[in-house]
């Protein structure tokens, strides 16, 4: 990790978020109390910034100098707001296409997702604010620099952002291996927002309920699911495959 990857201390935690910095989350140790961690609290509840109480030890695995139990980890790139892009994506006259990452916390499959992403033209990636991977180095460096490129929206939940999605005109669609209904066979020539579980717990049950479709790739071997990576590679292009069909259908 690198120095300029975090900010310790609780007055320079502080001013970073009055500055308007973006903070991925903050470290902060758990029998840590008084009045600047207290409007240090109030800062992060005010700003909805994550905050993780830890052990001190972990703190010090960090950093070795005077953190007075507090670091934040900075974002590697500036979020965008959903609520913002969707109305702007529908402005520039675009046919929308997002895609929903719903508990993946393994960098690797993020960063290789969002590679896929970018190459494809996917508008915008959506990650929820707990329980997800986030925007850090390794996530950039794994990206090939893609996650420079592509906006993230990370959102307070998943649930919301899907909600969202749906009460803005797009199709939700979930993959899942347990799904009956070949990918290849839903229409995706629609403002689509594809939504992809962790390769552990999948989609969260609640997600699924307002899912409008459910999808799966055949699979022939004794293996049952694809890497997450791979599964979103398949069905990102599948939807880019069925775009330029459609355009060439037009012309």
């Known amino acids: 990790m690198q120095p300029t990857d975090y900010i310790f201390g609780i007055r320079a935690v502080i001013e970073a978020i009055e500055a308007g910095k973006e903070i991925d989350k903050i470290m902060m140790k758990k029998d840590l109390t008084g009045d600047l961690a207290a409007e240090l609290l109030e800062l992060t509840r005010q700003h909805r910034i994550v905050v993780q109480r830890v052990p001190g030890e972990r703190l010090n695995r960090i950093t070795r100098k005077n953190h007075q139990g507090v670091i934040a980890m900075m974002s590697a790139v500036e979020y965008h707001r959903l609520d913002h892009l969707v109305p702007q994506l529908f402005e520039a006259g675009v046919l929308p296409f997002i895609v929903v990452l719903d508990g993946i916390t393994d960098v690797r499959n993020f960063g290789a997702i969002a590679r896929t992403c970018e190459c494809a033209g996917v508008d915008a990636i959506v990650i929820p604010r707990h329980g997800s991977v986030s925007v850090g180095g390794d996530a950039i460096k794994t990206s090939a620099g893609a996650l420079h490129h592509i906006p993230v929206c990370r959102e307070a939940s998943t649930l919301s952002a899907i909600r969202l999605l749906k009460d803005s005109g797009y199709k ?48 022939f071997g004794n293996i049952e699911s694809l890497n997450v990576s791979v599964a979103a590679g398949v069905l990102i292009y599948e939807v880019v495959r069925q775009r330029l069909q459609a355009d060439m259908e037009v012309i």
């Open 172 to 219: 939700i669609v979930a993959v899942s291996e347990k799904a009956d209904i070949n990918y290849t066979t839903t229409d995706y020539t629609v403002p689509t927002a594809l939504v992809l579980g962790a390769e552990d717990t999948g989609i969260s049950a609640d997600v699924l309920r307002q899912c409008d479709t459910f999808v799966s790739i055949p699979m």
